[in-house]
């Protein structure tokens, strides 16, 4: 009899080496296979998983909306669906502001751009992003991203897109020696760019409001420039929250870690937006831009935006991060997080540089050479011995993920403070036993 690995055509992967245990059910920060072995997630599977693998609250709610109603078109109201809205506009402080609703990260993105390019009345006005960037897999946000696995798939100038280089403090793409000094230079790229091809003809900045596996956490002087620069140009600011959001980073959404100084225009998000435990995406937007599509046809839609289950459970997920103080509870441990991660780079020559801690969200970066900050492998191969580590960590019950050079930490805001020790110490162990030369 064929099985999974016979008849699907699985992601981000070769078929042929494709080779996952089933997973049939989970529990808090754990989820187990069909041979009843367990495994800690310490990345929330896609850095989704915020609420934890089968959250009671949320399963409840699945079921007592799949009671009342599975589904209705946006062409009808629906009661999760206006209560999801009116809740996320509270939680970002977008008062009058609207929401749109899609099915995940990917098109949350694509209608961004559609509504920054009508709302300015630059149809098809330039986008700029950055380079090492992720915002999805869809041809559109494949051209926003500046990611090196799919560029050659896409031109990005046919989308209207235009590229800027990341601020990446520790390999800071213009020679800054500090981290403010490359912040502000990355900022002032996005503005120069902007200037460049005119801001009549730029219809929005579109930026992660942090790190996604891209591993690059902005130091903390980008964001609030990055606001300044295209704010005195006139042109939107629409902010990926897609992983960065519900807790992630340490606020309900990561831009607020600067206040006023770092609201966007739009956001957008999927991901922890309902744990995960259905398929939801949304775009958030000002009031200033709601106001701007009031009155004008709005030519686009989904036949499945803004499911009545998957808001559901969107609510419940909601009410979870306030009921078990999440946000709160992802900052406290991502700062003793932060500090343990750095205690091992202490101890481990081979890490190069730890960032992120504003939240249960960090990047480890490995080096071959500490003074020089040669990589490990070139970007963005992941190196033998970091696979030999993950396949260690996963034969003892814990689940990292990497990227390139680095290793991805976060997992779910509800993990025990235990299990997020016991991780750091079998990281720490594997880190010593592995020979990185
Ligand atoms: C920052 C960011 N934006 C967008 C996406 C795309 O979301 P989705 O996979 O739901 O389309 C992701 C997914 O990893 C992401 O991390």
Request: with cysteine; proline share 5%.
């Amino acid at each position: 009899m064929n099985t999974e690995k016979d008849d699907v055509l699985h992601s981000w992967c070769v078929q042929a080496d494709w080779n996952a245990p089933t997973i049939v059910g989970g529990s808090g920060a754990r989820f187990h296979d069909d041979q009843g072995r367990s495994y800690l997630d310490m990345s929330s599977l896609a850095e989704c998983m915020n609420l934890g693998h089968q959250h009671p609250a949320l399963i409840r709610a699945i079921q007592q909306q799949a009671e009342r109603l599975c589904f209705v078109t946006a062409s009808w109201g629906a009661e999760p669906r206006a209560e999801l809205a009116r809740r996320l506009l509270e939680k970002s402080g977008f008062e009058g502001g609207r929401v749109f609703f899609s099915l995940g990260g990917a098109d949350a993105n694509e209608h961004a751009v559609k509504f920054a390019r009508q709302a300015s009345g630059k149809p098809r006005g330039l986008i700029v992003s950055r380079d090492r960037s992720y915002h999805g897999a869809s041809y559109a946000t494949m051209a926003l991203s500046g990611d090196a696995r799919t560029q050659r798939q896409v031109d990005a100038a046919s989308f209207g897109v235009v590229r800027v280089p990341p601020p990446h403090a520790y390999r800071c793409p213009f020679g800054s020696s500090s981290d403010a000094d490359c912040a502000h230079r990355s900022a002032m790229a996005v503005g120069e760019a902007i200037d460049l091809h005119g801001a009549a003809q730029t219809a929005a900045v579109i930026m992660e409001a942090n790190a996604g596996t891209n591993g690059i956490v902005a130091p903390p002087e980008y964001w609030p420039l990055l606001r300044d620069e295209t704010r005195r140009r006139g042109v939107y600011l629409i902010a990926d929250e897609v992983m960065s959001g519900f807790g992630r980073c340490g606020e309900w959404f990561a831009w607020q870690r600067h206040g006023e100084a770092g609201r966007p225009d739009l956001m957008t998000l999927a991901k922890g937006l309902t744990g995960s435990h259905l398929p939801l995406g949304a775009v958030v937007m000002s009031a200033a831009i709601a106001a701007r599509l009031e009155h004008e046809m709005l030519y686009t839609g989904l036949t499945y935006c803004g499911h009545p289950l998957a808001c559901a459970v969107g609510v419940a997920a909601l009410r979870a991060y306030d009921d078990e103080n999440l946000i709160e509870r992802s900052r406290v441990l991502g700062r003793s997080l932060f500090a343990s991660l750095q205690e091992l780079a202490a101890r481990h020559p081979v890490i190069g540089d730890v960032r992120g801690g504003d939240g249960l969200f960090a990047v480890v970066e490995l080096v071959r050479d500490r003074a020089s900050r040669e990589p490990l492998a070139v970007w963005p191969e992941t190196p033998p011995p970091l696979r030999l580590l993950l396949a260690r960590a996963l034969a003892a019950g814990v689940s990292f993920a990497t990227r390139g050079n680095l290793i991805i930490i976060a997992p779910p805001l509800v993990i025990a403070e235990r299990e997020l020790s016991d991780a750091v110490a079998l990281l720490d162990r594997l880190l010593g036993e592995i020979d990185w030369s």
